[in-house]
């Protein structure tokens, strides 16, 4: 009946096969092989194929591969509108940030006025009658500009146009 | 010329820094520089794990794109041949579990090569019989499992140490002195049991 290689000494077979085992190591595994066969069987397979496949001959790249990926790197470098966005990024950062900060500033005026006239979407426009803190003007003005059933959010967005 | 990478040290200050580091800022000629470097040592692993010379190349191309696209997110906490290996490495994975949908795929499959025993150690004049002897190699890989053939040909093909290996594959090193070991066992079997058919 024959067994296989010793499961405790796979890795030091293994590193013996390829030279990268360490003295101690090297010398623990010789006194191991002095007993054992099918660790010994184990180590000249090893050393058949690690030979085989160092002797593999290499393989070089194609002449044009380099072409190929240089072709791909400015393709990708320009970007998808064919522009170096890499290189001009540093450019266009003044103007990105203005851009932003505008933007930013329209959106909270844009936020505030939106947002008083939602709060009155369903409040009917003759509460104003009931309310202590409207001045005699603004109720005029609301009474004399507004249908009975419209809201007090068409009312204000009346008088922002 | 072919290149072999000898003994890996990853502790050791990285020769690719100052590419790198222009390649990082989006220079382009300075990755171009790299890939001129890395393009036959990639194109021979890519080979070995996939068996295909043209497949291997495709692969290449592609991972030479992805670094480019990764380049700023790399931060030289590896080697970046270390970084780059492994982005072959997994490119070459997404090629395999690909093909293994094709019906077509034979890749691995035993051929006619196969029955003519044990390869014959290298000749470095006779451009044939290296054609010839690397091919019957990259079959028995190629019949490997995706993680025993990605250890031994970055131990036995490229030449990595064990440690930068476990680093490469993100496993420790007891694992990749195992899988180096099953691989080799298997390879064995792979490349004499049929040569021992035939002569039956």
Not at chain 2, 88 to 111: I, K, M
Not at chain 2, 152 to 181: C, H, K, N, Q, W
Request: charged share 30%.
């Amino acid at each position: 009946m024959t067994t296989g290689p010793c499961p405790d000494y796979l890795a030091l077979v293994a590193r013996s096969a390829d030279g990268s085992i360490a003295p101690a190591e090297s010398e623990r595994l010789d006194e191991h092989l002095r007993s054992c066969d099918a660790c010994r069987a184990a180590l000249d397979a090893q050393r058949d194929v690690r030979a085989w496949l160092v002797a593999r001959p290499a393989l070089a790249a194609s002449p044009d591969l380099f072409v190929k990926v240089r072709d791909a790197l400015e393709r990708e470098a320009r970007g998808p509108l064919g522009v170096d966005y890499r290189r001009w990024a540093w450019r266009l950062a003044p103007i990105a940030a203005a851009v932003v900060i505008a933007a930013a500033w329209d959106v909270s005026t844009t936020a505030n006025t939106a947002s008083t006239a939602s709060a009155y979407s369903d409040v009917p426009v003759t509460s104003v009658l009931f309310s202590g803190d409207v001045s005699d003007d603004s109720l005029l003005s609301v009474l004399l500009t507004s249908s009975p059933d419209a809201t007090l959010a068409d009312y204000l967005k009346e008088r922002e146009q | 010329m072919a290149w072999r990478a000898g003994s890996g040290d990853p502790d050791r200050m990285d020769p690719d820094t100052e590419r790198v580091s222009r390649a990082r800022r989006g220079d382009v000629d300075a990755f171009a520089e790299l890939v001129r470097a890395y393009q036959d040592r990639m194109v021979n692993y890519a080979a070995a794990l996939v068996g295909d010379a043209a497949d291997a190349e495709d692969i290449v191309q592609e991972a030479f794109i992805r670094a480019f696209r990764s380049i700023r997110r790399f931060r030289g906490d590896s080697l970046f041949r270390t970084w780059l290996y492994q982005i072959v490495t997994n490119a070459a994975r997404t090629h395999r579990s690909r093909r293994r949908l094709r019906p077509e795929d034979t890749t691995g499959a035993p051929s006619n090569d196969d029955r003519e025993g044990p390869p014959p150690l290298r000749d470095p004049g006779d451009l044939e019989a290296q054609i010839v002897l690397r091919d019957r190699l990259d079959r028995a890989l190629s019949a490997l499992p995706d993680d025993l053939r990605e250890a031994v040909v970055l131990r036995d093909v490229e030449g990595f140490d064990y440690r930068e290996i476990a680093t490469m594959l993100g496993i420790p090193m007891g694992t990749v002195e195992s899988r180096i070991f099953r691989a080799r066992e298997r390879l064995r079997a792979l490349l004499t049991a049929s040569a021992a058919g035939a002569t039956r």
